[in-house]
């Protein structure tokens, strides 16, 4: 497998394919990532939280081969953290890790009118890869090699987080 690299960020706006996200909400904050990379949603009685491990990780979904890690989105984001565990949603992402969300609301078509640059503080944007007008709403697309750093993860879900980016 070929080394990845995410895209630098100010180019990134630009480059975004048309492609169907998943949208998903934290507090009143909509952000989105591919359909493509979605292997499925799962609710919050699903996850095992006591199988934290680290500040990230609140818990692990069972699985044939193992653990699967679920990191808080919020936290990865440096958003304030909710008590929210019985109300949560969870998006397993293929690379074998999966991030919580309020909730996951509705998929959506974006194409390369729908992209615009960021002006975000640094920090969110080194987590958030680009922005998208759909309608009256503020999309952000989360970068999602950029989470797997943040969350410590290592191996096949960090690699397979940098394929997905590429």
Avoid: K, N
Avoid at 101 to 107: F, G, Q, R
């Amino acid at each position: 497998m070929p080394t990845l690299h995410a895209r630098p960020h100010s180019l990134s706006a630009a480059r975004e394919p048309a492609a169907d996200y998943l949208v998903f909400r934290l507090d009143e904050r909509e952000y989105c990532l591919p359909l493509a990379d979605v292997a499925e949603l799962r609710h919050a009685g699903d996850v095992h939280p006591g199988h934290a491990d680290g500040a990230h990780q609140i818990g692990s979904l069972p699985r044939a081969a193992g653990e699967l890690p679920v990191f808080d989105l919020r936290r990865l984001l440096d958003l304030p953290t909710a008590d929210v565990l019985d109300r949560f949603e969870v998006i397993v992402v293929r690379g074998e890790f999966a991030i919580a969300v309020d909730s996951a609301t509705d998929v959506v078509a974006l194409g390369q009118g729908h992209w615009m640059p960021i002006t975000r503080p640094a920090r969110e944007r080194s987590r958030i890869r680009a922005l998208a007008r759909d309608g009256g709403r503020v999309l952000r697309l989360v970068d999602l090699p950029a989470l797997a750093d943040r969350a410590g993860s290592r191996g096949p879900a960090r690699r397979e987080a940098r394929r997905i980016a590429a």
